[in-house]
């Protein structure tokens, strides 16, 4: 391990370590464009600039291009230094528009910050700026070329990182423009992370343009819900509104990075159908009058249909906190069936794949990007967890061999990510004793139970994609508590009544069913359905627990307060003009608390803190760290 001085502190780093990034251990922040740490360096930018004082490399060096080696005198506060990054930066800064009062970058941008930082307040550049003309790239992204620095980050992550083929550098020198041959909608599922990746203000989020400044935004750590990778992410949320979606590094989940889905599906929390306040028969009510009538009905359906009429129905989506409480509901409500899957199916099929893994053998999207060879089986990576896919392209860039067992063949995902892909019929083909650090990926959601065993029984690392962001633990729970499927419950004509949370229920086995309880956040047609409606917050309303694929818990922030959104309040665009505490909608409860009270009103016990026991664990995650395997 090389042993430098940096600004009089002694570091030692392992070999390869750029001087850059051994500044960083000891807290010592150099100015840097193009470095990124998904990305390496490339030296473009020229920003970086220190001066080697003694050493086996003396004079002005670019830090994120010099490896850090033994015996270095490292300044980043000589004056040479400075002098030259002050140059650099007046130099990017020549044809830039100066429009930081309307560019949305503004409070988060590194030009901006170094700007400053090198001490320039005055423009001494009188010619004239080199211009741009702007393309469309879709419904999510702005394009404001003006703005670029030439640091190539977006080009490097869209061809090189993503596999993206339809966006890229053209030009020359100082004609230098990165776009399509075209304008049109960005292809790759990657492309929104352009708008975290970029340090100025070229690529922005269109969706929350012109809407609020970086420090007006409400903000925590959060994780996903939108597949079962659980990618962490942090949430901007203004005046009740989810505004935007940025990635959150987690090594041991997404990386650097989150998939256009992940990014850009903020409707449904702004969705002003929202169910916001209870009702019952389809006339707002009071919780108070609602939980009355829910325990009075439910009351007379155990009187007219007997014990064990009742399901109780919970899902893949619903957070820990909730799950761990269904049991707890289903005895106090005399219910006969208690479900986390409404498919049979995949229930099963979720519940096989769960209890097949363990620690040894679940393998995370970081075990992806370092196989050296990923078999894919039954599975579409880019409907069921793109991430996986960005994954699987960063084994193939480090040499790994990639096998797609069934289904195209891998032709959809090899257009999209630009990698290889080798054909096989079964497993059995795939010659695994050639590699050392295998992966399987399978599809639990519609695999076959076979081909789920046959995962597990190459006796490599595997991934299981999953129906949902808290399916590990909705599997873990229907086993240790002998849950069923709904379907299998309407099928024997027992069920007469239906409480679910956060259940996504078929419409078929609704039918017929003379009392339905629905509690949600999303305009289901079970709540269409329910004659009592409780409403529920969504993630970003409530602090929570998701357990992702592999079986790691991850907590996530309250990111808003519940509400109507202002912009959703009146078709005028202003508030009611009434005082009061609470905003429209924001008495909601968190879906756990929901089942809590209902749980006390059914005469069980007061429930404080819904993870207790096994779970207790989980209630000092640091919503920020990597997460909790969960495996028995």
């Given at each position: 391990?090389?042993?430098?001085?940096?600004?009089?502190?002694?570091?030692?780093?392992?070999?390869?370590?750029?001087?850059?990034?051994?500044?960083?251990?000891?807290?010592?922040?150099?100015?840097?464009?193009?470095?990124?740490?998904?990305?390496?360096?490339?030296?473009?930018?020229?920003?970086?600039?220190?001066?080697?004082?003694?050493?086996?490399?003396?004079?002005l060096q670019m830090s994120c291009m010099l490896p850090a080696q033994e015996g270095m005198v490292v300044s980043t506060t000589d004056a040479e230094a400075q002098e030259m990054r002050r140059h650099v930066i007046e130099w990017l800064m020549l044809n830039h528009p100066h429009d930081c009062p309307v560019c949305d970058e503004g409070g988060e941008c590194l030009l901006q910050d170094y700007t400053i930082a090198g001490g320039h307040g005055i423009r001494r550049y009188g010619g004239k700026k080199r211009t741009h003309v702007n393309q469309y790239l879709g419904l999510h992204i702005e394009h404001e070329m003006n703005r670029c620095i030439q640091c190539y980050r977006c080009a490097r992550f869209y061809q090189e990182f993503a596999g993206g083929s339809d966006f890229g550098v053209m030009g020359s020198a100082s004609r230098v423009y990165f776009g399509r041959f075209g304008s049109g909608p960005l292809e790759?599922?990657?492309?929104?992370?352009?708008?975290?990746?970029?340090?100025?203000?070229?690529?922005?989020?269109?969706?929350?343009?012109?809407?609020?400044?970086?420090?007006?935004?409400?903000?925590?750590?959060?994780?996903?819900?939108?597949?079962?990778?659980?990618?962490?992410?942090?949430?901007?949320?203004?005046?009740?509104?989810?505004?935007?979606?940025?990635?959150?590094?987690?090594?041991?989940?997404?990386?650097?990075?989150?998939?256009?889905?992940?990014?850009?599906?903020n409707a449904p929390v702004n969705d002003p159908i929202r169910p916001r306040s209870p009702r019952v028969d389809g006339v707002d009510v009071g919780w108070d009058e609602a939980m009355d009538a829910l325990v009075i009905r439910l009351g007379e359906l155990l009187d007219l249909y007997g014990e064990g009429s009742v399901a109780v129905v919970g899902s893949p989506r619903l957070a820990l906190e909730g799950s761990v409480l269904l049991p707890i509901l289903a005895a106090c409500a005399d219910a006969g069936f208690l479900s986390y899957f409404a498919d049979e199916g995949e229930g099963d099929r979720t519940a096989a794949a769960v209890s097949l893994?363990?620690?040894?053998?679940?393998?995370?999207?970081?075990?992806?990007?370092?196989?050296?060879?990923?078999?894919?089986?039954?599975?579409?990576?880019?409907?069921?967890?793109?991430?996986?896919?960005l994954a699987v392209r960063q084994a193939w860039r480090k040499g790994g061999r990639l096998f797609m067992v069934g289904g195209d063949g891998g032709v959809a995902l090899a257009k999209t990510v630009g990698v290889e892909i080798t054909a096989l019929d079964t497993i059995a083909a795939v010659p695994l004793d050639q590699f050392r650090q295998p992966v399987v990926i399978c599809s639990a959601a519609t695999a076959e139970l076979a081909t789920i065993e046959a995962a597990v029984a190459a006796g490599i690392k595997v991934v299981y994609t999953l129906p949902g962001p808290n399916a590990f633990a909705a599997a873990l729970l229907s086993r240790e508590h002998g849950a069923g499927s709904l379907a299998e419950g309407v099928a024997t004509g027992r069920v007469k009544g239906i409480i679910a949370l956060e259940a996504d229920i078929p419409a078929e086995l609704l039918a017929g069913v003379p009392?339905?309880?629905?509690?949600?956040?999303?305009?289901?047609?079970?709540?269409?359905?329910?004659?009592?409606?409780?409403?529920?917050?969504?993630?970003?309303?409530?602090?929570?627990?998701?357990?992702?694929?592999?079986?790691?818990?991850?907590?996530?922030?309250?990111?808003?307060?519940?509400?109507?959104?202002i912009k959703g309040m009146d078709p005028a665009g202003h508030p009611p003009r009434v005082h009061r505490v609470m905003p429209p909608g924001g008495d909601i409860l968190p879906a756990w608390r929901v089942i809590a009270e209902l749980i006390e009103r059914l005469g069980g016990e007061k429930i404080e803190e819904p993870l207790s026991g096994r779970w207790e664990k989980l209630r000092d995650l640091d919503p920020e760290g990597e997460g909790m395997l969960i495996h028995d």
């Amino acid at each position: 391990m090389p042993k430098l001085t940096i600004d009089n502190i002694p570091v030692d780093v392992p070999a390869g370590t750029t001087v850059l990034e051994a500044a960083k251990r000891v807290g010592i922040w150099i100015p840097h464009f193009c470095y990124h740490p998904a990305l390496g360096s490339v030296g473009a930018c020229r920003v970086c600039a220190v001066k080697c004082l003694d050493g086996p490399v003396k004079g002005l060096q670019m830090s994120c291009m010099l490896p850090a080696q033994e015996g270095m005198v490292v300044s980043t506060t000589d004056a040479e230094a400075q002098e030259m990054r002050r140059h650099v930066i007046e130099w990017l800064m020549l044809n830039h528009p100066h429009d930081c009062p309307v560019c949305d970058e503004g409070g988060e941008c590194l030009l901006q910050d170094y700007t400053i930082a090198g001490g320039h307040g005055i423009r001494r550049y009188g010619g004239k700026k080199r211009t741009h003309v702007n393309q469309y790239l879709g419904l999510h992204i702005e394009h404001e070329m003006n703005r670029c620095i030439q640091c190539y980050r977006c080009a490097r992550f869209y061809q090189e990182f993503a596999g993206g083929s339809d966006f890229g550098v053209m030009g020359s020198a100082s004609r230098v423009y990165f776009g399509r041959f075209g304008s049109g909608p960005l292809e790759s599922p990657f492309a929104g992370n352009l708008v975290d990746i970029c340090p100025t203000g070229v690529f922005t989020d269109k969706t929350s343009r012109f809407r609020a400044r970086y420090w007006d935004y409400d903000m925590a750590p959060s994780v996903c819900p939108h597949c079962s990778l659980g990618c962490a992410i942090t949430p901007a949320a203004r005046y009740r509104e989810l505004l935007k979606t940025m990635g959150r590094r987690n090594g041991a989940v997404n990386g650097w990075f989150i998939c256009d889905r992940g990014r850009f599906s903020n409707a449904p929390v702004n969705d002003p159908i929202r169910p916001r306040s209870p009702r019952v028969d389809g006339v707002d009510v009071g919780w108070d009058e609602a939980m009355d009538a829910l325990v009075i009905r439910l009351g007379e359906l155990l009187d007219l249909y007997g014990e064990g009429s009742v399901a109780v129905v919970g899902s893949p989506r619903l957070a820990l906190e909730g799950s761990v409480l269904l049991p707890i509901l289903a005895a106090c409500a005399d219910a006969g069936f208690l479900s986390y899957f409404a498919d049979e199916g995949e229930g099963d099929r979720t519940a096989a794949a769960v209890s097949l893994l363990t620690k040894e053998n679940a393998a995370s999207q970081a075990d992806v990007r370092g196989a050296d060879a990923v078999v894919m089986m039954a599975c579409d990576l880019l409907t069921e967890g793109p991430m996986l896919a960005l994954a699987v392209r960063q084994a193939w860039r480090k040499g790994g061999r990639l096998f797609m067992v069934g289904g195209d063949g891998g032709v959809a995902l090899a257009k999209t990510v630009g990698v290889e892909i080798t054909a096989l019929d079964t497993i059995a083909a795939v010659p695994l004793d050639q590699f050392r650090q295998p992966v399987v990926i399978c599809s639990a959601a519609t695999a076959e139970l076979a081909t789920i065993e046959a995962a597990v029984a190459a006796g490599i690392k595997v991934v299981y994609t999953l129906p949902g962001p808290n399916a590990f633990a909705a599997a873990l729970l229907s086993r240790e508590h002998g849950a069923g499927s709904l379907a299998e419950g309407v099928a024997t004509g027992r069920v007469k009544g239906i409480i679910a949370l956060e259940a996504d229920i078929p419409a078929e086995l609704l039918a017929g069913v003379p009392f339905v309880v629905a509690a949600d956040w999303l305009p289901t047609a079970v709540v269409r359905q329910a004659q009592i409606v409780l409403p529920t917050t969504s993630w970003v309303e409530m602090d929570g627990t998701f357990v992702n694929n592999e079986g790691r818990a991850q907590r996530f922030r309250q990111v808003m307060q519940p509400g109507l959104p202002i912009k959703g309040m009146d078709p005028a665009g202003h508030p009611p003009r009434v005082h009061r505490v609470m905003p429209p909608g924001g008495d909601i409860l968190p879906a756990w608390r929901v089942i809590a009270e209902l749980i006390e009103r059914l005469g069980g016990e007061k429930i404080e803190e819904p993870l207790s026991g096994r779970w207790e664990k989980l209630r000092d995650l640091d919503p920020e760290g990597e997460g909790m395997l969960i495996h028995d």
